[in-house]
């Protein structure tokens, strides 16, 4: 009894689950390595061979007990009886919550019929470390969209001993930390190509050379998603269905002259595109969870649709603080970012390069970072005309 009570669940009989039922990889990987069974009871999965394909539930179990009391604590052993303040949560709930995603519906369901019967808390104490530092992040934003935003770096924070308080400058650290830690930087090899564009009434209104399809000169450069207005920067995007989608949202132009930009040097990269993934059932990747449940809150927002009605110029400013935190500040050089278009879900970029880092191919330098394929400049429809709708 005190070990069924200690590894939190009951008597498993003999259910069996295969890998198919799993839909976590971290978790398939735990319950990979204890494949003893020739059937899945859930699914009905059979060994053709006699090799083993299924893992018993108690190999299940072990890796979702170890998840849930990464989230959560049971009341019986850290909280008083009468704290009537923190939220108590039943086995059930725990398991629907830390489970759902993870398995199959007929599994979960199966996890909640031997899971014991208890009360669980999250820690009453300091707040996980990802809602904490998306604490910080609401406090960054606003902080340097109402009440300064050119020198906090050098104003003095008062450092709070709280684990739940960072400092502005704390946050920013925090950010390139993880960054840095996680796996988030990226190698864009020579070669690899983005697609820029701009709009027009006729294809032919403008020359198609990497002096007008290019990074725009300094004077032309407005605000945007992660430059200041009067710094030039390079956006750019994977393929045509997205350049068009992001410039041609809020336009009546029926046109938009994309070109192909390759890449004359490798570029390193924050691909906040493609962030990679931790598993809570994977002790390996645990430390990695709430760096990296922060990091894809960060994207979202940075990815999150703006309305253009001259409000962009503030809600721009959060991530253009930080854009130019990563090109400057940290002690890892980088080239630029990857994110996703707030239109369609398609991969974005800015490159650290103005007008002079991008070259037509006949006149690359050593400043070239982009140069524009020859011939690779066309028309695509944006909006079509009345008679054609």
């Not at 053709?48 to 893992?55: F, H, N």
């Not at 990464?70 to 039943?90: A, N």
């Not at 020859?374 to 709708?389: I, L, N, T, W, Y």
Request: hydrophobic residues 40%; proline residues 5%.
């Amino acid at each position: 009894m005190m070990e069924l009570d200690e590894r939190g669940f009951g008597e498993t009989g003999d259910h069996a689950v295969c890998l198919e039922c799993i839909l976590d990889e971290g978790l398939r990987r735990q319950v990979g390595y204890h494949l003893t069974e020739p059937a899945c009871t859930f699914c009905g999965r059979k060994s053709e061979d006699g090799t083993s394909v299924a893992a018993s539930f108690k190999a299940l179990m072990e890796p979702v007990m170890d998840a849930i009391r990464f989230f959560y604590e049971r009341s019986i052993d850290s909280l008083f009886t009468e704290d009537d303040f923190t939220p108590r949560y039943s086995s059930d709930e725990v398991a629907d919550d830390v489970c759902t995603g993870a398995v199959s519906e007929d599994v979960l369901e199966a996890i909640k019929e031997v899971i014991n019967e208890d009360e669980w808390n999250e820690d009453p104490g300091p707040l996980p470390p990802d809602v904490a530092l998306i604490h910080a992040w609401i406090k960054f934003v606003d902080k340097v969209k109402h009440q300064t935003r050119f020198v906090f770096l050098s104003l003095p924070e008062k450092h709070s001993d709280h684990p739940d308080d960072f400092t502005t400058t704390e946050t920013l650290q925090k950010l390139t930390k993880i960054i840095k830690s996680r796996g988030v930087l990226a190698e864009i090899p020579a070669g690899h190509i983005f697609y820029r564009g701009r709009l027009a009434d006729k294809p032919g209104q403008f020359a198609h050379d990497a002096a007008s399809l290019g990074s725009p000169p300094l004077m032309k450069a407005s605000a945007n998603r992660l430059s200041p207005a009067g710094i030039s920067m390079f956006y750019g995007c994977d393929d045509i269905a997205t350049v068009v989608a992001e410039i041609g949202s809020h336009t009546s132009k029926r046109y938009a002259v994309v070109g192909e930009f390759e890449t004359t040097r490798s570029l390193r990269i924050v691909n906040l595109a493609a962030l990679p993934e931790a598993s809570v059932f994977d002790p390996d990747e645990r430390e990695a969870y709430y760096d990296l449940s922060f990091l894809y809150d960060f994207a979202r927002d940075l990815s999150a649709p703006v309305v253009l009605d001259g409000s962009e110029h503030i809600e721009y400013v959060p991530t253009q603080v930080v854009t130019e935190y990563l090109r400057w500040v940290p002690h890892f050089p980088i080239d630029g970012i990857l994110y996703r278009s707030a239109q369609n879900g398609g991969t974005c970029c800015v490159i650290f390069c103005g007008p002079e880092g991008c070259a037509n191919e006949e006149k690359v330098t050593d400043k070239t970072m982009l140069r524009l394929r020859d011939g690779s400049a066309k028309a695509v429809r944006v909006v079509a005309s009345a008679a054609e709708s």
